[in-house]
């Protein structure tokens, strides 16, 4: 009769367990709703960190490459305004002999100068240029930030999104989850006319009514 009980709470009974498919992680025994909960947020906070680092390594040698350009332009644009300020010179220098050469009656061509002219005026625009190409650096640098930051948002969104794919289930009880400690049949004896327990106040208040009316 014993392993007749048993067997019926064997079938009959289960527990609630949690389980988060997604993350294919599953509650251990008696572990409770939160706390199983803080253990997937650790799940997915590593997934994340795993993902975004795999991602900042791509974005870093892009970031790397226009940060390398940016500095080449830079140390041309240093170096064509050394230039652009030496030919300023020449230029000034120039013009003034052209000059000076009018007035002692000395004529010189002013080839030179219209020559020296075009090419300060050449440097300053190559000086104009490698300052666009700096701007426009930038902005794609700030742009493949701009980049880099929706894509951690997306992962994050990703992955945070099983978070919502806890759910409780029920599971059987196993043989060795039941123990019998005591076992016994408990005996409350009751009257067949009154359907009442022996011993109760009820049956006995219910019995001196009887007697009182036998008497009378």
């Known amino acids: 009769f014993q392993r007749r009980v048993v067997d019926d709470l064997y079938r009959s009974e289960s527990r609630g367990l949690f389980i988060n498919r997604t993350l294919k992680l599953y509650a251990k025994g008696g572990e409770a709703r939160e706390a199983f909960e ?3 947020t650790d ?3 590593d997934r994340i960190d795993a993902e975004v680092a795999k991602l900042k390594a791509r974005f870093d040698t892009k970031v790397d490459r226009l940060e390398e350009r ?3 332009k830079e140390a041309k644009v240093v170096e064509l305004e050394g230039v652009l300020k030496a030919r300023k010179v020449e230029e000034a220098v120039n013009i003034g002999e052209t000059l000076l050469s009018f007035f002692c009656g000395r004529k010189k061509s002013l080839g030179s100068a219209v020559t020296k002219r075009r090419m300060t005026s050449s440097t300053g625009q190559r000086i104009t240029q490698a300052q666009d190409d700096i701007g426009a650096l930038q902005e ?3 742009e493949l930030q701009d980049e880099l930051e929706d894509a951690i948002s997306a992962i994050r969104d990703k992955h945070e999104a099983a978070l919502d794919a806890t759910e409780e ?3 059987g009880l196993e043989k060795a989850d039941s123990q019998v400690r005591a076992f016994g049949v408990l005996w409350i004896p ?4 009154l359907g009442v327990p022996v011993g109760s106040p ?9 007697d009182e009316a036998r008497g009378a």
């Open 202 to 210: 009820d049956r006995a208040q219910r019995s001196g009514s009887v």
């Open 140 to 142: 794609d640098a700030i």
């Open 70 to 72: 940016i500095r080449k």
């Open 38 to 40: 803080a253990r997937c």
């Open 43 to 45: 799940a997915v906070e």
């Open 190 to 193: 009751v009257t067949r006319r």
């Open 169 to 171: 289930y029920r599971v």
